[in-house]
Structures are given as structure tokens and as C-alpha cells.
T-cell receptor, first 114, second 110 residues
């Protein structure tokens, strides 16, 4: 069973607020990812990390920032939320085994900015 | 760069029939992996099946099998004996930097 957690699961906030979406995993995976997904649409990679102190921007430009101070923790921060940030945010982690890639998703955070 | 193409935005299939969801990919990585995920209306991503680029045999997991044609860069998902609970969005993705296709919304008709 996957041990990857996201909090909060649902968040409704006003414009201009600073928010942090939490993501943590207990599997010791080096690689972690953040995806943004509008309802019924594809997943867009917005950030990824290949290890501690390593973060990269993904394919979709995002005003959010991330940090990776500990292996198990990969929080995403929006300094000033706007209605255009309303979306679902999915966190994932992965590890490359000998001949297999293992990858798990968290349950997601549904963000609504009013 | 990696790219995934899913050309079927939506499909309707009769219950108990088999269904094939198409996926083609493009990657410059010599070694890669292909995933299929199911996403029901609740929003969580459910892992279905994985195929490594060097695997000789097509992957199978219960009712799911992957028709992997490396030369054509194709990794189609086959669901045998479809069930009502199979109605969901299905996404194909390629590893290393996980890149997802646009998805196929599958609806099973009783």
C-alpha cells in the first residue's frame, strides 16, 4: 500500500492568501512530483525533485514554489492565491528499482480560490 | 523531451466486452517505463499496469494487459470483460519525468 499523504484534501480560500499544500511520503523515494489537474483534464507537471535540495520546474509554468529539505517532504507554496489557481493538485513519488519503476500518487488537494 | 498521445477522448463500451485504449509515446530516453492509471470521478490516481522498455513480454495484471509495440512506440491498454466499475478516466504516462497523455474517458454501458 502506498504511503504518500497530502493535506489538506480540500481547501477554500480568498484571493491574496498565502497557502502551503503539504505532501509527505514514508517510502524513502528520492523522486517527487507535483501535478496540476483541472476536472476531467490531463495532468500537468508543475514541479519535480530528484532528491534533497533539488527542485525543477515542470512543463507547465506555475506561480507556485516548492522546497525539498527532507526526503520525505515536498511542500508546494502559493504566495498569493488567485482564482486561476483553482484546481486539483496531485503529489507523487517514485523510485527506480532494478528493472522496474515504482510510482505512487497521493489523494490530491482540491483547491478553490474565491 | 517526452510526449504522450491518447487519441480517444471518450469511449462507450458495452459491459463484458473487451476494450482497447490507445497510447503512443515519444521519448529520447533509451530506458523508460510506461504506466497506465485509472482516475475515477473521486479524483485519486489508481495504478493499473507497468511496462519497462526492455521487458520482453507484454505486462498483464488481472483483467488488464498492455499491448507493447516498441518499434511503433505504442503501449495500448486492453481491458478484458469490462465492468461498470471500469468507467473512469484512463491516463497513459512515460517515466522518467512522468509525462501524461490527455486521457480517455471510458464509459461502460450496462
Amino acid at each position: 500500500e502506498a504511503d504518500i499523504y497530502q493535506t489538506p484534501r480540500y481547501l477554500v480560500i480568498g484571493t491574496g492568501k498565502k497557502i502551503t499544500l503539504e505532501c509527505s511520503q514514508t517510502m524513502g523515494h528520492d523522486k517527487m512530483y507535483w501535478y496540476q489537474q483541472d476536472p476531467g483534464m490531463e495532468l500537468h507537471l508543475i514541479h519535480y525533485s530528484y532528491g534533497v535540495n533539488s527542485t525543477e520546474k515542470g512543463d507547465l509554468s506555475s506561480e507556485s514554489t516548492v522546497s525539498r529539505i527532507r526526503t520525505e517532504h515536498f511542500p508546494l507554496t502559493l504566495e498569493s492565491a488567485r482564482p486561476s489557481h483553482t484546481s486539483q493538485y496531485l503529489c507523487a513519488s517514485s523510485v527506480r528499482l532494478a528493472n522496474y519503476n515504482e510510482q505512487f500518487f497521493g489523494p490530491g488537494t482540491r483547491l478553490t480560490v474565491l | 523531451a517526452q510526449k504522450i498521445t491518447q487519441t480517444q477522448p471518450g469511449m462507450f463500451v458495452q459491459e463484458k466486452e473487451a476494450v482497447t485504449l490507445d497510447c503512443t509515446y515519444d521519448t529520447s530516453d533509451p530506458s523508460y517505463g510506461l504506466f497506465w492509471y485509472k482516475q475515477p470521478s473521486s479524483g485519486e490516481m489508481i495504478f493499473l499496469i507497468y511496462q519497462g522498455s526492455y521487458d520482453q513480454q507484454n505486462a498483464t495484471e488481472g483483467r488488464y494487459s498492455l499491448n507493447f509495440q516498441k518499434a511503433r512506440k505504442s503501449a495500448n491498454l486492453v481491458i478484458s470483460a469490462s465492468q461498470l466499475g471500469d468507467s473512469a478516466m484512463y491516463f497513459c504516462a512515460v517515466y522518467e519525468k512522468l509525462t501524461f497523455g490527455t486521457g480517455t474517458r471510458l464509459t461502460i454501458i450496462p
